[in-house]
Antibody, heavy 118, light 113 residues
Framework: QVQVVESGGGLVKPGGSLRLSCETSGFILSDFYMTWIRQAPGKGLEWISGISSSSTYKNYAASVKGRFSISRDNAKRSLFLQMNSLRVDDTAVYFC???????????WGQGTTVAVSS | EIVMTQTPLSLPVTPGEPASISCRSSLSLLDSDDGRTYLEWYLQKPGQSPRLLIYRLSDRASGVPDRFSGSGSGTDFTLKISRVEAEDIGVYYCMQSLEFPRTFGQGTKVEIK
């Protein structure tokens, strides 16, 4: 089955850290650029980070640059997002998404919820 | 970064009738190297994850009905639904894929009149 499944979300205090994981199946991960998108409660979609197929290129939104780090392990079919110095406005559903190069974001997970609150 | 602006933000529609959503970018989305325009459309139905509808301005994603079409050029784009069906309700987003960081429009909520 072709899918991506996120995990690792939870409740964390401001200034804390979380590491999100995305397990992929049904396709060859090393063939694809991968992306993290988030959606704050009741808000629109925000692109936050992407990584090329062999990890050569990593891109970040200004809102997370310097605090978040994207990585991948193609052999383990997994994508990661290390989130440090979390802020209240990082509260959102985080989606792992296949694609993000020039051919669209074509496979979305169900999302994992991150809540940052004291 | 490229700013994406959608209009309208809310669109009441009648099943069987056409509908269109506009999206404008602050910079041309034409890639002069390959001549393609990098604009995408997504639909997020209530309670679901978003789904890709259109990429590279007018290419329909796999499984997307042909009543959906994308058009435009430079900085002005349109998503058209030739005949709206009840299942088309949700929030539509445009996104530019010319440059990083990628950026989305605010979203257009489509609902049945």
């Amino acid at each position: 089955q072709v899918q991506v499944v996120e995990s690792g979300g939870g409740l964390v205090k401001p200034g804390g850290s979380l590491r999100l994981s995305c397990e992929t199946s049904g396709f060859i991960l090393s063939d694809f650029y991968m992306t993290w998108i988030r959606q704050a409660p009741g808000k629109g979609l925000e692109w936050i980070s992407g990584i090329s197929s062999s990890s050569t290129y990593k891109n970040y939104a200004a809102s997370v640059k310097g605090r978040f780090s994207i990585s991948r392990d193609n052999a383990k079919r997994s994508l990661f997002l290390q989130m440090n110095s979390l802020r209240v406005d990082d509260t959102a559903v985080y989606f792992c998404v296949r694609g993000g190069g020039r051919y669209g974001l074509d496979l979305w997970g169900q999302g994992t919820t991150v809540a940052v609150s004291s | 970064e490229i700013v994406m602006t959608q209009t309208p933000l809310s669109l009441p529609v009648t099943p069987g009738e056409p509908a269109s959503i506009s999206c404008r970018s602050s910079l041309s989305l034409l890639d002069s190297d390959d001549g393609r325009t990098y604009l995408e459309w997504y639909l997020q139905k209530p309670g679901q994850s978003p789904r890709l509808l259109i990429y590279r301005l007018s290419d329909r994603a796999s499984g997307v009905p042909d009543r959906f079409s994308g058009s435009g050029s430079g900085t002005d784009f349109t998503l058209k639904i030739s005949r709206v069906e009840a299942e088309d309700i949700g929030v539509y987003y445009c996104m530019q894929s010319l440059e990083f960081p990628r950026t989305f429009g605010q979203g257009t909520k489509v609902e049945i009149k």
